[in-house]
């Protein structure tokens, strides 16, 4: 039985600054993701905070924020079989020191806050952080 999902990767300031997107991009195409949309951006602090409205009571909130707006960000939309939980495996955990072998957070993250890649931690919030995005 198929399970074709969609869920939002975004490749982080930090990442997009050491020049990392194509790399990163190839790292979800090998694990069988394919990336249907794709943009790169520059968000205001604005909608930054809108799209971190769950962590809003977070001591780390305001830095967050800061830090998503601070630069070029890459987002998309990756498609494949189980993508929402296939994207947080890839990914690793959210600080890089936590992070297993392989991952992306591991190979690429600097910190629990520059940690370069960002992904939807459920199919429903995929398709909010989708529309948040992507949605005319
Ligand atoms: N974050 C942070 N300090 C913390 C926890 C989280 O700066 O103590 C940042 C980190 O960049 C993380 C983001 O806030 O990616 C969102 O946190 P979440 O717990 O949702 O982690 P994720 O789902 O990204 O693994
Ligand atoms: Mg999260």
């Known amino acids: 039985m198929s399970n074709i999902e969609q869920t939002l990767s975004i490749i982080k300031p930090d990442a997009v600054e050491r020049n ?13 993701f394919e990336i249907i949309k794709e943009k790169k951006i520059h968000i205001s602090k ?12 977070k001591p ?18 990756l ?20 992070a297993e072998e392989g991952t992306l957070r591991k190979k690429y ?13 459920s199919l429903e919030n995929a398709r909010i952080e989708l529309d948040f995005f992507f949605k005319n």
């Open 109 to 121: 993250g600097i910190s629990i806050d520059k940690n370069s890649v960002h992904g939807s931690d």
């Open 20 to 32: 990392l997107q194509d790399q990163i991009k190839q790292e979800f195409i090998n694990k069988g």
């Open 46 to 57: 604005e909608d930054a905070e809108k799209f971190y409205k769950v962590h809003n009571s």
């Open 60 to 77: 780390f909130y305001n830095d967050l924020c800061d830090y998503l707006s601070s630069g070029p960000i890459v987002v998309m939309t």
């Open 79 to 98: 498609q494949r079989e189980s993508a929402v939980m296939e994207n947080r495996k890839l990914m690793g955990a959210t600080n890089p020191i936590d």
